[in-house]
């Protein structure tokens, strides 16, 4: 199993990017997808989460500016960054808790990360 997220680069403050990540593998069900970030010399922290539901779990900072949604056929989540700060600098990290076929039991996955930065 594995996540693989594409997107990020360079952005000018107030601008907008878009990640997406995809999930691989055999895989029973997804429960939760999403992203968390960290800033040099900071820990990891949420950004935004959606369950299988629907429901959003999201970091005040994101609030309003950020959108997270998922295609669960194709085992995908995408993550819309508008209005975009320096501060939203950091690696971002796609994170899925999800039933792998071998083991049949939940248990959280990481993608490599994906370098996002804000600066004019």
């Known amino acids: 199993v594995q996540l693989q997220a594409s997107g990020g680069g360079l952005a000018q403050p107030g601008g907008s990017l878009r990640l997406s990540c995809a999930a691989s593998g055999p895989i029973f069900s997804i429960d939760t997808m999403g992203w968390y970030r960290q800033a040099p010399g900071k820990q990891r922290e949420l950004v935004i989460t959606i369950t299988k539901g629907g429901s959003i779990n999201y970091a005040d900072s994101v609030k309003g500016r950020f959108t997270i949604s998922r295609d669960d056929a194709k085992k995908l989540v995408f993550l819309q960054m508008n209005s975009l700060k320096p501060e939203d600098t950091a690696v971002y990290y796609c994170?899925?808790?999800?039933?792998?076929?071998?083991?049949?039991?939940?248990?959280?996955?990481w993608g490599r990360g994906t370098q996002v930065t804000v600066s004019s």
């Open positions: 994170y899925s808790r999800l039933v792998p076929i071998a083991t049949m039991t939940r248990k959280d996955y």
